[in-house]
């Protein structure tokens, strides 16, 4: 089962609990054996899906014993084949060179820029539809082992022990790469030639061929220990746990800056004609890049539970802990990509060690039947960062047996990553919204255009603090009904912001409703006003206050012979409020990416070996004052049905999104609709097996 808390647990959980926590709960006993096998199909062509796995195990009066294996895949959905594919991409980087004269940029006299993807923009630059040969989503493949097994020694003390490995490949596609070329003045690929100056070409090397990116990441989580009670008031558990992430990424296709400029410089790669260089210059040019990165973590934790006292509503309790984590994190590149010798990648290598030490507490006091306290706290001593305390106090009153009031009040801290804290100076070329750019392009303001940017790590970063209150109730008046509803309100200081080019490149266009730039970051441009270059990177930036409202209603009904089960569950934004780092401040509740409403509905009806599901999710309409930037609301529907068959089999049909709805076509963050509230598949239709024994 899936078990959320949603409210602040810093001073259970430590770092990054600050606005709730999502606890995944694994079985601890199954008797038998399961097989499962699943095959899915996307209206889109490409996401395609298969699913396998098998579950065992067994139970004794002194072991259990439970494990299994899992391999699932999804193939991969090139930007052509989705929504919003059909447009062309925009960038500088098709075949242009910068005209020293006018300070703008020009097409490279000679180039036939109709053959391939490059095409003729309206201003007549030579640009790249780089939405024709990349992949929107990459092909992914996991598979996955665990298990878990306790055994009692005697009637008070156990050993138990849990472990997993996981493997996820993927393989992903970009377009040819994009880059600088400068060759000297006088060289045979020289505009003007003996002025006195280079000249530089934003090129698209696409007689290279496409990027593609191969990577295998593995984790691996082990856990041993023992409990069991020392007295008839104390229980202890002790235990030691390994983690360990490993990731190698290869890329093909990508190019050393320095050669492809002597290349150019010596003629022997012609920028008016790249497709008719010899393969031998294209392949002299070109490098395999390579990422090594690993994580590992040791900890060892003892906690003791302790039955205190008698109060007028039970036994007072308290859990006690302490635990102790060594952390080593690498982050590898080879050593082109480091110094930034290659052409159409983006990253540099981090990495660091990070001891942390915490103690904790948990402890209920039940006043009466009807009211209870609990207190919490946690303190965590980070050895490159420094040390942190959070306190949380939680308050019930239940003045009905169908009625309970609840209430909390916590304060929280994420630490900043190692990753973040230590990463180098980073190329890429990010598409970006700017309205400017693409007038300078000839293109629509509304256009996507790749520019130069340079993201880097912040060593300087400090935590985000926390606070967050809530109250709430949960009513059963009947057997048929059950329903809560709560209220939070969540206060974020100094917010760790990954500044993205589009981040820097709006806020840069509206001073006025966004404040200046953060320190570290800036927008260069052109006299014709496009983007020259973007300094992005991370920054404590501001706070976030939210507040909102999230209601649950669970229903059982006798129907047609059967029984429907339904739950509506409601979250309602009140607030979201960004404050900037120099006091300006944006409230975003039903703006673009944010909208005020989400809600979705679950039936499930059975009648005896057979049910019917059919679930509603709905997704409220934002608008950020402009038709442009306006999208309406989203409801896609899911329909399922089951048959338990006599041979204790299980045959399941169904399909998501029946309706083949997709996301509007309004650009969010440099993709052509928000990647995270949507997704463009369509209609997914699956049939699954499963066959117990």
Known sequence: RIEVLADGASAIYGS?????????????????????????????????????????????????????????????????????????????????????????????????????????????????????????????????VYFRADHRINDDWSLYAAGSQTLVQSFGRYAPVPGLVVVDDGTPNDVDPFDGLPTYFYHRFAALGNRDTSTDASNGDYLAGFQGRLTDRIGLDVGLRRTDYKFMELGRGFVVSALANAFANSGAYDLSDPYGADPAVLAGMQATTSRESRWQTDEIHAIANVDLFEMGGGTSSAVFGVEYRRGRYQDRYDALSEGGAILGTAGNSSGGDRDVGAAFFEWLLPLSQQFDITLAGRYDDYSDYGDEFSPKVALRWQPL??????????????????????????????????????????????????????????PDLGSESSRQFSVGLAYDPTEWLDLSLDYFDIRIDDVITRFSAQDVVTFDGNPDLYGPLPPGTRVVRGVDGRIVLVEAGFVNRGGLDTRGVDLRI?????????????????????????????????????????????????????????????????????????????????????????????????????????????????????RPFNFNLYDAYGRTTYLRYTQAF
């Open 16 to 144: 990054d609990a600050i606005g709730g926590v999502v606890n995944i709960i694994l079985r601890r006993d199954f008797n038998g054996a399961a097989l499962r096998y699943g095959l899915g199909a996307t209206q889109v062509q490409g996401g395609d899906l298969e699913d396998m796995s098998v579950l065992f195990g067994s139970t004794t009066d002194r072991t259990r014993l439970i494990g299994g294996a899992s391999a699932s895949k999804r193939g991969m959905v090139f930007t052509r084949d989705q929504i919003g594919g059909d447009q062309l991409g925009v960038t500088p980087y098709g075949n242009n060179y910068y005209d020293w004269n006018t300070g703008l940029l020009r097409p490279v006299p000679g180039f036939d820029c109709s053959q391939g993807d490059f095409y003729v923009q309206a201003g007549g630059l030579c640009s790249f539809n780089f939405n024709a040969v990349a992949a929107q989503e990459a092909k992914v493949g996991t598979r996955a």
């Open 401 to 458: 047996d169908q009625l309970s009031l609840r209430g909390s009040y916590s304060e929280g801290f994420a630490a900043p990553g190692l990753d973040i804290l230590t990463q180098g100076r980073v190329f890429s070329a990010d598409p970006v919204n700017d309205p400017l750019t693409c007038q300078a392009f000839g293109q629509p303001s509304t256009c996507q255009v790749q520019v130069n940017t340079y993201l880097s790590g912040n």
């Open 554 to 670: 669970d229903t059982r009904f006798a129907l047609g012979g059967g029984e429907l089960a339904s739950q509506l569950a409601v979250s309602h934004m009140l607030d979201y409020e960004s404050r900037g780092a120099f006091g300006n401040s944006t409230d975003r509740p039903g703006s673009l990416g944010y909208p005020e409403w989400r809600a979705g509905l679950a039936n499930t009806w059975a009648l005896g070996d057979f049910s019917l599901g059919w679930n509603v999710n709905y997704i409220d309409g934002q608008c950020s004052g402009a038709p442009a930037n306006t999208v309406g609301s989203d409801t896609t529907h899911d329909l399922q049905v089951a048959w338990r068959t006599p041979w204790r089999g299980t045959i399941t049909m169904g399909a998501t999104n029946v309706g083949d709805r997709y996301p509007e076509l309004v650009a969010f963050n440099g």
